[in-house]
Every structure is written in structure tokens, then in C-alpha cells.
């Protein structure tokens, strides 16, 4: 007999979701509150960066290729930009992309990409142009790698002869451990 009112209460509850009545209203604001959680916010700017490097790496040889990611306000406008290591199947032996996005509407565009990269990746407290300084590593030829300071030039990022070893600085990628995120090679995001 419990059951039996447990049930109707329970399916009392769903007529009144279903006729418009105050649960339709506050599921209805449960909903409009998880859109505006970081969590689903999140969600939509991994879809969105998905889709950019898809469509960046549509004609791409190389597969699986996967990603690792943070988004972090660089130039102090309110949103968040990508700052996204791109690696292949042998990893980042030889240097990763690491690219630069920002958010434009509904989706991703590159500000810049620093090829032969490797983890880690800081962020420095100096700016120019409005824009974060970078601290990242790269490969040079010989194969040895060696620290760089980006700067932001207006058109993109730009190593600068600044050994920025004394700089404050946040670390926004410290390593490539786990599998990343995957990129679809269809190009289309799916």
C-alpha cells in the first residue's frame, strides 16, 4: 500500500510537470540556472574548440590526434580563450601545435600557433597589447628544447629575446599527462 502512494505521488508530480503547473516553472528554472553553471559552460566551449581543431586539422594524415586544454581570459575582455596543445599519435617528442583561440559567437578562431611546443605552458603576469605574455617551451632544431617568452603583437603571439626566467608566472597547461580530448577526423566535428 506504501508503494502503491509512494507511486501516485510520484506520478502526480509528473502530471503537474506535464500541464504546465509550478513544477513545469521551476524545473524550467533549474534548467536556465545549470546553463548558466561553469560546468555547462565548460561543455560548450570544449564542443566549440572540438569543432575548430576538426575543422583546423580536416586534412591531416595523422591520426588519432587528441588535445589538452585551458581556457583563461589572456587579453582581460571578460571571455575565456583556448590555449590547446595538439598531439599525435608518437606524442609531443618532436614538439606539439599549441595554439591560441579565441571565442568569436559560437565558435573558436586561432590567434596564433607555436609549432614545436612542449608542456609546460605559464602565463605571465606582463602584457602587451592588452594580452598576457606566454612562457612556453619549445624544440629547436638539434632537437633540444629551451624556454620562450611570447609576446602578443596585435596579430598574433611572437617570441621576444627575453629569458623571462624571473617573471611571475601561472602555469595554465603543466603537463600532457592523461589521453586529452579527442579530435574527430572528419572535420566536422562529430
Known sequence: MAALVAASALLSGCAALSNGGDGHHKLARQAGAFKATPAARNADDRQR?????ATIYADSTVHPLRYHARFVDL??????????????PSGCAQGC???VLARNGDRYEAVSRIPTARAPLYELDQ?????????????????????????????????????????????????LDGPGHAIPASGHGQ
Open 127 to 175: 602584457r602587451h597589447h592588452g594580452w598576457h605574455d606566454l612562457w612556453v617551451t619549445t624544440v629547436g632544431d638539434a632537437g633540444g628544447s629551451h624556454g620562450q617568452r611570447m609576446q602578443y603583437a596585435g596579430g598574433g603571439y611572437v617570441p621576444v629575446d627575453d629569458n623571462g626566467a624571473a617573471a611571475a608566472r601561472t602555469p595554465l597547461i603543466p603537463n
Open 75 to 88: 587579453n582581460g575582455d571578460g571571455k575565456r580563450e583556448a590555449v590547446v596543445y595538439v598531439t599525435g
Open 49 to 53: 574548440l572540438t569543432e575548430a581543431l
Open 97 to 99: 601545435d599549441l595554439y
